[in-house]
């Protein structure tokens, strides 16, 4: 496939790799055609790779939703976006649809994804994030011209996912890493070991990521390991995630947190880029 330079995240997202392609794909095997993403987000690898086939995952269901509706429904999303307004008013209608669950379960999913778009573009700093009931709770941004319809990366994205095989699941990662076979490259991508006791990574879904599910996601890799499928992981350079994988190959690198409700805490933190392979 010839890649599409206009196939791009369509949302900002905790954690998204744009800012660190440039450190993450010289450490990919070469020529990689079948491709995993457990813990997808907003999707920066694989619109960079583009490869033939891939399975991307993610527990956000409404943010696989989305994707979905790019893929299958992107023309009737486009006219939807087209109608919503950047107004305070109209903003805190919008993100108040999941305080009523019953209601908000009935709508289409045409209207969710608009609503997941519009809300990642108009609230502050972009930052999707949820209350412990699951409700999205980031306060309007205030933008004055936010690209609310980019229309052209929408139907970029719409026709890389009709051209190339892509699965799409919204499931625990452990049931994607069990079924995955050794021809095919992972990526892996979960939120943060915290930085320090006060930070954290797991505002995007209200079930959060313990250090009980790091350790859970270290054993999956061993797993993968042993079965000879190569894999590439992210995260913090705490002591604890050093410790975790000190068996296998580690890059550092710095990366700038731009997605923080406290501008001061925006900045370079340094991460690693775990490996199986030389």
């Known amino acids: 496939m010839i890649k599409n330079p206009l196939v791009q995240p369509v949302v900002k997202w905790v954690g998204g790799k744009r800012q660190l392609l440039h450190n993450l794909v010289p450490l990919f095997p070469a020529g990689i055609r079948s491709y995993c993403e457990p813990f997808f987000g907003g999707g920066a690898v694989l619109f960079n790779l583009q490869p033939e086939q891939a399975q991307i995952n993610d527990i956000n269901q409404d943010l696989m939703n989305m994707y979905t509706v790019i893929?299958?429904?992107?023309?009737?999303?486009?006219?939807?976006?087209?109608?919503?307004?950047?107004?305070?008013?109209?903003?805190?209608?919008?993100?108040?649809?999941?305080?009523?669950?019953?209601?908000?379960?009935?709508?289409?999913?045409?209207?969710?994804a608009a609503r997941l778009i519009y809300l990642n573009k108009?609230?502050?700093?972009?930052?999707?994030?949820?209350?412990?009931?699951?409700?999205?709770?980031?306060?309007?941004?205030?933008?004055?011209?936010?690209?609310?319809?980019?229309?052209?990366?929408?139907?970029?994205?719409?026709?890389?996912?009709?051209?190339?095989?892509?699965?799409?699941?919204?499931?625990?990662?452990?049931e994607i890493l069990s079924s995955v076979s050794p021809s095919t490259f992972v990526y892996l991508d979960p939120p943060y070991d915290p930085v320090s006791n006060t930070a954290s990574f797991t505002g995007y879904s209200k079930t959060g990521f313990s250090k009980d599910e790091q350790i859970r996601l270290r054993d999956q890799c061993d797993e993968l390991d042993?079965?000879?499928?190569?894999?590439?992981?992210?995260?913090?350079?705490?002591?604890?995630?050093?410790?975790?994988?000190?068996?296998?190959?580690?890059?550092?690198?710095?990366?700038?947190?731009?997605?923080?409700?406290?501008?001061?805490?925006?900045?370079?933190i340094e991460e690693v880029i775990i490996r199986n392979y030389e």
């Open 71 to 112: 893929r299958d429904n992107v023309e009737e999303l486009l006219v939807l976006l087209s109608q919503y307004r950047n107004e305070p008013d109209f903003f805190y209608f919008i993100r108040d649809w999941d305080r009523d669950k019953e209601k908000y379960d009935k709508l289409d999913n045409i209207d969710k």
């Open 226 to 268: 042993r079965r000879g499928v190569k894999f590439v992981l992210s995260n913090s350079a705490t002591p604890f995630i050093l410790k975790l994988y000190s068996d296998y190959k580690i890059s550092r690198v710095f990366a700038k947190r731009i997605i923080n409700s406290v501008a001061s805490k925006r900045g370079d």
């Open 122 to 174: 108009t609230c502050y700093n972009g930052l999707f994030r949820v209350n412990n009931a699951g409700e999205f709770n980031t306060p309007y941004g205030y933008y004055k011209n936010p690209n609310i319809v980019n229309a052209a990366v929408l139907r970029a994205v719409h026709e890389y996912l009709n051209l190339a095989e892509v699965m799409m699941t919204s499931v625990d990662y452990g």
